[in-house]
């Protein structure tokens, strides 16, 4: 933990005076980002000060928190687990949820259904930037460190998975991932919607989601292979 | 783009059926015999019989009605879990249309392809699978035979071995010594010796504190060894003394009428010994000749196939096989990759490349879990590690507490996947 601290007081010395140094361009424009964040999300989440939890957390020093890290807010499970499996939000991270929460956290209780607008989601994080007394994880002074989480193209999730070979690759699923749907400490995965499993497993693929065990089984399964496990849990829900 | 990986998979299916397939083309329904129901053997024939609907007639030969799983019999000692949980039995597997045989195998004719049962009958095979798991290795430590094995338990093939030691251990002396002689490379679980001195020491720290406990151990490290340590260290300081092989850990004899162990000509007077023997494939692979000077079973990495013989698959602990470590969740793996094999040389069904995995979680004490894991792929000469993990020292109690929550939700995963 000490690199993230170190970077903080380079960061804290790049935004005094001396403008010049690196290409820090701004995330978005966070007067943008106040209306956005009125419309989109203040009916649920409260920010600046005094700033209470509400339906949902409040979300003053929200970069670099760990996801479901306030003892006094009952998150859902699936939050509180990826938190403890290392889930923190950084720009990328509060991106990717922010685009699309059930993507990245699939079992959240957060009834949002995302915005799409890469724009508008910066506007949004630049506002809520501002709320932040952490802000080393906004890789400012690299613009392309800020994109899509799980960039998968309409090729990707148009890809029509081949059943009979996902049935032969859940077989490595199944060894803790019951059949049945039961799920205890291991969270159940079947009959999900296609596109939910698919961008789930590449978050994996992309070590966007934590979980080590997940992210070796994901890195070796290329997209059509990812597909085909999708539609076959998919059907497999149907039975 | 949407044909590509059909294409290509459906061009491997039609080189390897066409391999074996027109053999058996006519026959009324091919036979599968698999030696053996615990994690590769219960998994193969199981995957076979769902699979293929009724179209391979598969046989199961296994000596036990209930098994007890190996994995979860250290929580059983520790406390953690019930003895009873560690049972299950093969009604689900007959079920799925398993013919269950329950009775020993006792030899492999190759040339006539049958197994000889020692009930006298021979069942005839055109795949066989040998999944026995292990045997030990005579003399390895002198002084122990498996005739010992009520006065020093190996407890190293659960049920009520493990019963036995967790009775020695809970009515030991006041302050007594418990010695665990630990296996030589390679063996059965890894974790398992490390993981089994947790939770013996976790016994004793409620019920008897001043209980030393001692490890003789002939390899320099060993699996998951820092994480151990820490936890020895963290949860029963002072409690556990660990003897490597410079200072003659390897060179170590037992007097089981004596409760002795004798460690590089020392005499240590010992209340509970648990001697963990040198290790070889289960009988039957020996008996078939598919074992080598290794005392294990050599196979091809892609698909478990014996090198000695064409007809048999060889799984799980009894296997020579490469980079994957003799456990539960490995065999279990192996067993999928060779039902799809076997299946489509039988019936003509698909068969995709293979791939395995494996993860062994193992518990330290009360919530804390660690865990430890790879991604294998056959390689040119064996099965290769592509990815792996290990859980941290130091990692926060939370991490450590869904670690442990998790490797229950993997356990009640691989049985129900196997027995449920």
Redesign the interface.
């Known amino acids: 933990m000490k690199q993230p601290l170190k970077l903080l007081f380079c960061i804290g010395a790049l935004l005094a005076p001396v403008q010049t140094v690196a290409q820090a361009i701004p995330i978005g424009d966070a007067t943008a980002g106040a209306e956005i964040y009125r419309r989109e999300c203040a009916s649920c989440h409260q920010i600046g000060d005094g700033a209470q939890h509400r339906i949902g957390p409040h979300l003053n020093r929200i970069f670099d928190r760990g996801a479901g890290s306030h003892d006094d807010f009952r998150y859902s499970e699936a939050l509180l687990?990826q938190g403890?499996?290392?889930l923190r939000w950084d720009l990328r991270r509060l991106d990717a949820y922010i685009e699309n929460p059930r993507a990245l956290v699939s079992g959240t209780r957060m009834s949002y259904r995302g915005l799409s607008d890469p724009e508008r989601r910066a506007d949004l994080i630049a506002y809520m930037r501002a709320y932040s007394d952490q802000p080393q994880n906004i890789p400012e002074a690299a613009p392309t460190a800020r994109g899509r989480e799980v960039n998968l193209s309409a090729?990707i999730l148009s890809?029509?998975g081949?059943i009979?070979?996902g049935?032969?690759?859940s077989?490595?699923c199944?060894?803790?991932?019951?059949?049945?749907g039961?799920?205890?400490?291991?969270p159940g995965i079947v009959g999900w919607p296609e596109e939910d499993f698919v961008v789930a497993m590449h978050a994996y693929k992309q070590k966007l989601r934590p979980h080590?065990?997940m992210?070796?089984?994901a890195?070796?399964l290329?997209e059509?292979?990812i597909a085909?496990l999708a539609a076959y849990f998919r059907e497999l829900g149907r039975e | 783009m949407k044909l590509k990986r059909r294409s290509f998979l459906g061009t491997a299916t039609l080189a390897t059926a066409s391999l074996s397939a027109p053999a058996l083309m006519g026959q009324t329904r091919p036979r599968v015999v698999v030696i053996g129901g615990g994690s590769g053997g219960g998994t193969v024939a199981r995957y076979i019989a769902k699979d293929s609907n009724g179209a391979v007639d598969v046989t199961l030969i296994e000596p036990s009605r209930r098994y007890y799983t190996c994995y979860f019999s250290n929580l059983y000692l520790g406390g953690f879990w019930e003895y009873d949980a560690l049972g299950h039995d093969y009604g689900n597997i007959a079920r799925t249309g398993v013919n269950v045989v329950h009775d020993w195998a006792v030899g492999v004719d190759r040339d006539a392809q049958t197994v000889a049962l020692a009930s006298g009958e021979r069942v005839p095979y055109d795949r066989l699978v040998v999944a026995p798991g292990i045997d030990f290795v005579e003399g390895s430590v002198p002084g122990w035979d498996v005739s010992q094995q009520s006065l020093m338990p190996h407890a190293y093939k659960s049920g009520t071995q493990v019963q036995l030691l967790k009775h020695q251990i809970e009515t030991m002396r006041e302050g007594g010594l418990f010695v665990m002689v630990a296996p030589p490379n390679p063996y059965r679980c890894p974790p398992g010796p490390g993981e089994r001195v947790c939770m013996v020491a976790h016994m004793l720290a409620q019920s008897n504190p001043s209980a030393k406990i001692l490890v003789v151990d002939p390899k320099e490290t060993y699996s998951k060894q820092a994480l151990f340590e820490e936890g020895w260290e963290r949860h029963y300081p002072g409690m556990v003394t660990r003897i490597g092989p410079d200072f003659g850990g390897e060179n170590v004899e037992v007097r089981p009428e004596e409760m002795e162990v004798i460690i590089d000509g020392m005499v240590e007077k010992a209340d509970v010994v648990n001697v963990i023997p040198a290790q070889k494939a289960g009988k039957i692979a020996e008996l078939a000749g598919l074992t080598n000077d290794t005392g294990w079973a050599p196979v091809r990495p892609g698909d478990m196939r014996s090198t000695m013989d064409e007809n048999i698959f060889v799984l799980g602990d009894a296997s020579h096989q490469g980079a994957m470590p003799k456990s539960g969740f490995s065999a279990n793996s192996q067993a999928k990759v060779v039902a799809n094999v076997i299946r489509g040389e039988l019936t003509g069904s698909r068969i995709f490349p293979a791939r395995y995995s494996n993860t062994c979680w193992s518990l330290i004490a009360t919530d804390d879990g660690v865990k430890v894991g790879a991604t294998y792929e056959p390689g040119a000469e064996q099965i290769e590690s592509v990815t792996s993990f290990i859980s941290q020292t130091g990692e926060d109690a939370d991490l450590r507490r869904q670690t442990y929550e998790e490797s229950i939700g993997w356990y009640n995963g691989i049985v129900a996947d196997i027995f449920g």
């Open positions: 687990r403890r499996d290392g090729e890809i029509e081949d009979e070979y049935e032969f690759l077989s490595e199944t060894t803790c991932h019951q059949r049945s039961d799920h205890a400490g291991i080590e065990v992210q070796s089984v890195q070796r290329d059509e292979e085909a």
